[in-house]
């Protein structure tokens, strides 16, 4: 398959671009200033919406998954224009470019398109974003659907750096392995997501075309703390470093939804490589990172 990957210089990009090389796709890998380690690297920059149709057009890929964002939450919500601009024209500039070249789009969206008042959300489930983000990515999920699916999921970690970025399980990995204290919420729920799981599920959902939306995260429900608690178990680090903390202590600009976790079990039931429990990507990250 040829692919075209937005953002492949992201977290859930990177690793994408990485599986879908290893077995045998002639992969794109676009990004806007981190040049991707995977995969033929191309500038696509979400602010030129003529650019994205023209190298849409040029490369005609089979499949485009779309992950490139503004992902910085407080940025969004600080920069509402900037992230109207890439979130939202850029994903129709995406959208329009596959629909002229005739490729299926897996627009990958988020947890944060929920207010989080309730957690374990399914598909169908009342949207009501309480970010500027979680508003831009859902406003994106419409402009996409029509031209392919979309993927929504949950608090990404994987076992490299991405995007010149540390993910939330490498900092906790790291502090704790420096025997540094960190502070962790205890009252935030959410359905962590290894990005090599992720990528398994983008790479079926391309392969076998599904439309709709569809909850790909990891399919166990758990607070940031307990999350934290369980990387360190299985690492053999000291979980005592970790202080429980409340989500009311941090300083954020943007509202955050409190359970904004998946329920998974529509993929669980569709997919191949569906979501894992939380025990078993702890595991496939360790082996990952000694593998290196
Ligand atoms: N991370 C999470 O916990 C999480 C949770 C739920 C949903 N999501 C969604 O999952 C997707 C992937 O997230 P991620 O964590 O992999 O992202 P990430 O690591 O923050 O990387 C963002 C990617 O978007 C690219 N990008 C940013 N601005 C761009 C622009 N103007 N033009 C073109 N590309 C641009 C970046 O390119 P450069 O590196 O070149 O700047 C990078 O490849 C996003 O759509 C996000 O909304 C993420």
Not at 47 to 65: N, Q, Y
Not at 79 to 104: C, M, P, Q, W, Y
Not at 127 to 143: A, D, H, I, M, Q
């Amino acid at each position: 398959m040829k692919i075209f990957i937005t953002g492949g210089s992201g977290l859930a990009g990177s690793r994408l671009a990485e599986m879908a090389l290893a077995r045998g796709d002639e992969v794109f890998s676009g990004y806007a200033h981190n040049r991707p380690a995977c995969g033929r690297g191309v500038r696509l920059d979400l602010l030129d919406p003529d650019g994205i149709r023209d190298t849409i057009e040029r490369t005609r890929p089979d499949a485009i998954v779309h992950s490139a964002a503004l992902t910085d939450v407080d940025r969004c919500e600080r920069e509402k224009d900037l992230a109207f601009k890439i979130n939202v024209e850029g994903t129709r500039a995406v959208a329009e470019g596959a629909r002229a070249a005739g490729s299926f789009l897996v627009y990958v969206s988020t947890d944060y398109v929920f207010d989080g008042r309730r957690g374990l959300y399914r598909e169908g489930d009342q949207t009501g974003p309480v970010s500027y983000y979680g508003l831009s990515k859902l406003l994106g999920e419409e402009l996409s659907l029509d031209q392919g699916c979309v993927a929504r999921t949950c608090v990404i970690y994987g076992r490299r750096p991405a995007s010149g970025k540390v993910n939330f399980a490498l900092w906790i990995l790291n502090s704790l392995g420096s025997g540094k204290e960190i502070s962790v919420v205890t009252d935030q729920f959410i359905t962590p997501t290894l990005n090599s799981n992720l990528a398994a599920m983008l790479l079926e959902a391309a392969d076998r075309q599904l439309s709709g939306i569809y909850h790909l995260s990891g399919a166990s429900r758990v607070s940031r703390y307990d999350f934290a608690c369980q990387l360190a178990d299985t690492f053999e680090l000291d979980s005592r470093l970790i202080l429980p903390s409340r989500m009311s202590d941090l300083d954020w600009l943007a509202e955050r939804p409190k359970d904004s976790s998946l329920d998974t079990s529509k993929a669980r039931q569709m997919l191949k490589n569906g979501p894992l429990p939380l025990n078993d990507s702890l595991q496939l990250l360790k082996k990952e990172i000694i593998e290196g």
